[in-house]
């Protein structure tokens, strides 16, 4: 089994524009928070959402979220 890679201890906060975003949920990506295909190989894949409006985003840093690609504090047991 992989294991994810704690990519920051702390959420990646963005202004962000409508459209699709491609979360990294393996921490492997140069391009965090987003997926630059570093987790091949591995088990994991890229979570793809969509936002329908622009928005500011709180999107998770640790990759331990329960919540998703969005921050949840999980961070802070860490």
């Known amino acids: 089994m992989d294991e994810k890679v704690i990519a920051q201890k702390a959420p990646y906060v963005q202004e962000c524009d409508a459209g699709n975003y491609a979360w990294c ?3 492997r990506s140069e391009k965090q928070p987003f997926c630059d295909g570093s987790h091949k190989g591995t088990e ?8 329908e409006e ?7 840093g640790c990759k331990h979220s329960q919540n998703g690609v969005y921050c949840d504090g999980s ?3 860490l």
């Open 25 to 27: 949920s393996c921490g």
């Open 44 to 51: 994991f894949r890229p979570t793809v959402i969509k936002l």
């Open 54 to 60: 622009g928005k500011r985003v709180a999107w998770c």
């Open 75 to 77: 961070h802070k047991n």
